[in-house]
């Protein structure tokens, strides 16, 4: 079955940057989605990123746009996402997550396994 392994979590200024990575392992499909999701306080889980493994085109949530960017390194089947410029109000739990469908939705029920996730905190 397929297993998502998150790391990289930690503390951070604000304004500061943090690269998050997610290992895949039993994971087959060579053209699916994978995707980054969170939950910070006060709000619902929450889209923020993905890319589509059969080209690696990627798609961002527009509050993350321009600060953060994901990649993959096939060869060792990682995905990556870089966040810069971080706000304390991004503080929270941070999770990689397949997709459900062979499109990179935009929203969290469109991701059907995740992984355990890693915490982010973002000082002020």
């Known amino acids: 079955q397929v297993q998502l392994v998150e790391s990289g979590g930690g503390s951070v200024q604000a304004g500061g940057s943090l690269r998050l990575s997610c290992a895949v392992s039993?994971?087959?499909?060579?053209?699916?989605?994978l995707g980054w999701l969170r939950q910070v306080r006060g709000k619902e889980r929450e889209w923020v990123a993905a890319i589509w493994t059969g080209d690696g085109t990627t798609y961002y949530a527009d509050s993350v746009k321009g600060r953060f960017t994901v990649s993959q390194d096939n060869a060792d089947n990682k995905m990556y996402l870089q966040m810069n410029s971080l706000t304390p109000e991004e503080t929270g739990m941070y999770y990689c997550?397949?997709?459900?469908?062979?499109?990179?939705?935009?929203?969290?029920?469109?991701?059907?396994?995740w992984g355990q996730g890693t915490h982010v905190t973002v000082s002020s």
């Open positions: 039993g994971y087959s499909s060579s053209s699916k989605c």
């Open positions: 997550a397949t997709s459900r469908f062979s499109t990179c939705g935009r929203f969290v029920n469109a991701y059907g396994r």
